[in-house]
């Protein structure tokens, strides 16, 4: 899948990394570029066009696909952070981190599936986390659950939208120096460079991209024994 010519649209483009990717795809010679947020208003990227979208509501997502109807380069990139633990959490913030991260996902990708195919199959881009692979214990228990919910879609979806020609792939990511990680005082990794590692892994039709060092040792200790993977269960 090429960049250069393509229409893409980027969920979240009015900050952080959705901001990069929105702007290095502008740089890549993308024709077009959607760069979707709740308020459009707060997109302030030049070249880009600014486009209203709620991606837990179907209704928005829907409008989106029939504005946007050029598109052959998705990028997933919207999502949230309640900070819920899965057993003494709100419940409603615990909904909300699986209603944007999961389902919200999903909305997208069921509506610009059809889009998508209409292109030629084009190619999706999921930014997933390392938390799919490893939950931090306690503080956003439920966005590493809804982070893995989110893998095993892009794997589901990929198997079923390979018919039509449309290349999946998932961007993991560890801390990235964003908002919504500017309460934790550890090293980041640059939003730039993450968004450079989600355009390249489309072009190269990667599966997988692994953004950061942490997510490249995280991958390699999967198939460890869960109790390496978790050593603070020792000490219980």
Known sequence: MQIHGSTALVTG???????????????????????AARNPESVDLPGVEALRLDITDPASVAAAAATASDVTVLVNNAGISTLANLVNGDEALIRQDMETNY????NMVRAFAPVLAAGGGGAILNILSGAAWRSPGMLADSYAASKAASWSLTNGVRLELAAQGTQVSGLFVGMVDTDMTAGFDVPKADPAAVARAGLDGIESGSLE????????????????DPALLYPELAGE
């Open 13 to 35: 483009a009015n900050r952080g990394i959705g901001r990069h990717f929105a702007q290095q795809l502008l740089e890549r010679g993308a024709t077009k570029v959607y760069a």
């Open 209 to 224: 991209v692994l953004a950061d060092q942490a997510t490249v040792d995280l991958k390699a200790a999967m198939s460890a």
């Open 103 to 106: 389902f919200g996902t999903l």
